[in-house]
């Protein structure tokens, strides 16, 4: 029989990090529920695994070094490796946040959590992931953060933001620097975007369901070996810089 592929999910206590946990779980992998609130992790974990997924519950606030450095410890010893991160916890910062009236505070507080945030989780998973035999690492995006298409006349882009859509930017950016570090690895790493989802992080105005924008994330986790990495994709396929 195969080894389970054991995944950490961050932010998997709703929205679409929890849809990316039950789609991992649904494919008998063991899943790491992280998540910063105690109640809102465990009721996680618990309808997990009365949906039958393999689940364990991770405290996890992605903008706390003590918390990423016991996240991790957690894994190796719930888990005793760790195959796919996704690095799935963002927060928008609120609106409005135009560049000309956000309060630097917020500019630091949502970078601080979309993009530090998925480095701290990352190089604190690192060592684990380089134990797999094929490691894959998802940053959850958003198209918002493609400057291609901010700079197309007519384009979804979402409101005019100093804090939310540069710091996906940013992440974009830094999904490109750990592919090219670790392009002689196994690991691969990208950044998918899951579309305008219905979640709290927008008031539920999203068209799509949590589970569709799971989707690519789940399609990004499940690479073959050779796969691409460094790249920026939704459910049609690449998306522009
Ligand atoms: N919804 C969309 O239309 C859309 C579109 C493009 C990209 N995205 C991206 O998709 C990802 C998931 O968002 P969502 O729409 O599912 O929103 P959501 O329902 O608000 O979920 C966000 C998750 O991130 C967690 N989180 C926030 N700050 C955290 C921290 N410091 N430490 C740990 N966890 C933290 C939240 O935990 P708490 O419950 O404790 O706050 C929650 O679990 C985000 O990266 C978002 O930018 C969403």
Partial sequence: MDEQTIALVTGANKGIGYEIAAGLGARGWKVGVGARDDEQRADAVAKLQAAGVDAFGVPLDVTDDASVAAAAALVEEQAGGLDVLVNNAGITGGAPQTPATVDPATVLRVV??????????????????????????????????????????????????????????????????????????????????????????????????????????????????????????????????
């Fill in 112 to 241: 601080d959590t979309n993009v530090v945030g998925v480095i701290r989780v990352t190089n604190a998973l690192l060592p684990l992931l380089r134990r797999s035999a094929s490691p894959r690492i998802v940053n959850v995006s958003s198209s918002v953060g493609s400057l291609t298409r901010q700079t197309t006349p007519g384009a979804e882009t979402g409101p005019i933001s100093g804090a939310y859509s540069p710091s996906k930017t940013f992440l974009n950016a830094v999904t490109v620097q750990y592919a090219k570090e670790l392009a002689d690895t196994p690991v691969l790493v990208n950044a998918g975007c899951p579309g305008f989802c219905a979640t709290d992080l927008n008031g539920f105005r999203g068209h799509r369901t949590p589970a569709q924008g799971a989707a690519i994330a789940l399609h990004l986790a499940t690479l073959p070996d050779g796969g691409p990495s460094g790249g920026f994709f939704e459910d049609d396929g690449a998306v522009p810089w």
